[in-house]
């Protein structure tokens, strides 16, 4: 059995600066709508320069988490009203990889959204070269189905990504690659914990049905085989079996 390592990642000062900010605005420790003390004071209080506890406050004005007011000082955000999805990565680091459970089911009710209709309209709309690179998944996931979760996790996402773009939508693919470290979380529990039985086998399943679906264009069949997938896998994610 082949055994996967995670690359040890090594974050700069200002991501280290990032990353304290995010858990003290996600704890509730910064509090929505308070403002932060003058950047100079803040610096000293977290042990960063100024410059660098700048940076991170920028980054995280781009995030929605806070709101930077020129002449009045910089104020904590509520994300659910401004924040973007690059948020999406931050909740998870603050969970240590793990979301709750309210925001694990609105991933999925999203997924269940954007990617039934993907589905559908990429059986109307998906190209033949497109159909060749469906069968390159397909033939790939063959390869990997019994002895490499972490493969098949991106083979997974290579494939909804592609979905979203047969369906000729310019948004719906950046939509999907916006939430690639959350989804692929997601995905990766699920074929580390079921990789080499039938509940990833009927996955691999699924797909096939899939682009057979979109190579006859039957847009009807293409939906309800996706949402069929995506209620298999919500099953086991949650661990109703």
């Known amino acids: 059995m082949q055994t996967n390592f995670e690359p040890i990642k090594i974050q700069s000062l200002k991501e280290t600066c990032v990353t304290r900010l995010e858990e003290l605005i996600l704890s509730g420790e910064l509090k929505i709508g308070e403002r932060l003390p003058s950047e100079r004071d803040f610096a000293v209080r977290i ?41 999406l ?50 033939n790939e996931e063959q390869k990997t189905a019994g002895d490499n979760p972490q493969a098949l996790t991106e083979l997974d996402f290579s494939f909804h990504l592609l979905v979203a773009i047969a369906s000729g939508n310019l948004v719906y693919p950046l939509i999907i690659n916006s939430f690639k470290g959350v989804y692929t979380s997601l995905t990766g529990d699920f074929f580390r914990k079921y990789y080499a039985t039938p509940v990833v086998e009927t996955v691999g399943k699924f797909h096939v049905r899939l682009v057979e679906a979109f190579m006859k264009q039957d847009a009807d069949c293409a939906k309800s085989i996706m949402i069929e997938m995506l209620k298999h896998g919500e099953t086991y994610l949650k661990g109703e079996r």
């Not at 960063?48 to 904590?76: C, F, M, N, W």
């Open 89 to 138: 990565s931050s909740l998870l680091a603050f969970h240590n990889g793990k979301l709750d459970p309210s925001f694990m089911q609105s991933m999925i009710d999203m997924r269940l959204t954007v990617e039934t209709e993907s589905a559908r309209l990429a059986a109307l709309n998906r190209t033949s070269e497109q159909i060749a690179d469906f069968h390159a998944i397909l």
């Open 47 to 87: 042990g960063v320069s100024r410059p660098v506890l700048h940076e991170a406050l920028v980054d995280l004005d781009t995030k929605g988490l806070v709101q930077i007011v020129p002449r009045r000082g910089v104020y904590v955000s509520d994300y659910r009203r401004s924040g973007s999805l690059a948020i």
